[in-house]
């Protein structure tokens, strides 16, 4: 595409990361409409772009796993820079991140989802107490610890729904349920529909 008159050219890459959006991705919930990042001509972002764009461009094998985790890296290394630009002041998921007795609970939570967590073990792994994780996390995330962790395991759960053929019970015990009907109560009450019509919505 040809536009305007005898400036210097401009090249534009343009490309798409593909994810689960629903019902819970606290990252695509917490991020801006646009995220721009300036300068990066010279650096390894910038790199990895012509990098990217060499191999749209050759047929060599492997190619298009080449170019899916070079995406992937500019994309965690964007949003790790907004993330480090973000005010003090911020609240959200990316700030609860950023928070060090937050970002510890955070992995726990995400490293042990289906382990059967209570709020004292967590504030003790975190290194807190439970009432200034509490006050903590949920000024940041807007939710309780558990709250948040009901919410992931739906995330898991609903991926696995969308991606395998696993049956329910497997499912379940899989993000920290000790049986299918707690999982399907708990599955309705944040989705408002049940495993078996999320998997199948037209049945």
């Not at 593909?18 to 819970?24: A, E, K, L, N, V």
């Not at 053929?165 to 993000?175: F, K, M, P, W, Y």
Request: with cysteine; charged share 20%.
């Amino acid at each position: 595409m040809r536009m305007g008159g005898g400036g210097e050219h401009a090249t534009f890459v343009c490309g798409f990361l593909d994810c689960d959006r629903g019902p819970f991705n606290p990252l695509l919930g917490a991020l801006p409409t646009q995220l721009l990042v300036h300068g990066e001509d010279t650096s390894w972002l910038g790199a990895f772009t012509r990098h990217a764009l060499a191999e749209s461009e050759s047929s060599r094998a492997g190619g298009e796993l080449v170019i899916t985790r070079l995406a992937e890296l500019m994309f965690i290394e964007v949003v790790r820079r907004h993330v480090e630009t973000l005010p003090p002041q911020s609240t959200g998921w990316l700030a609860g991140l950023r928070d060090p007795l937050v970002g510890r609970a955070l992995a726990l939570l995400h490293g042990a989802p289906a382990r059967e967590w209570s709020r004292q073990e967590l504030a003790e792994e975190s290194a807190t107490s439970r009432t200034v994780l509490a006050e903590r996390f949920g000024e940041l995330v807007g939710l309780a610890p558990m709250q948040y962790l009901a919410r992931w395991r739906t995330q898991l759960a609903a991926e696995r729904l969308d991606h395998s053929t696993d049956r329910l019970a497997t499912i379940a015990q899989s993000v920290g349920y000790a049986s299918e009907a707690a999982f399907s109560r708990a599955f309705r009450k944040l989705v408002g529909a049940s495993p078996s019509h999320w998997r199948a919505p037209d049945e």
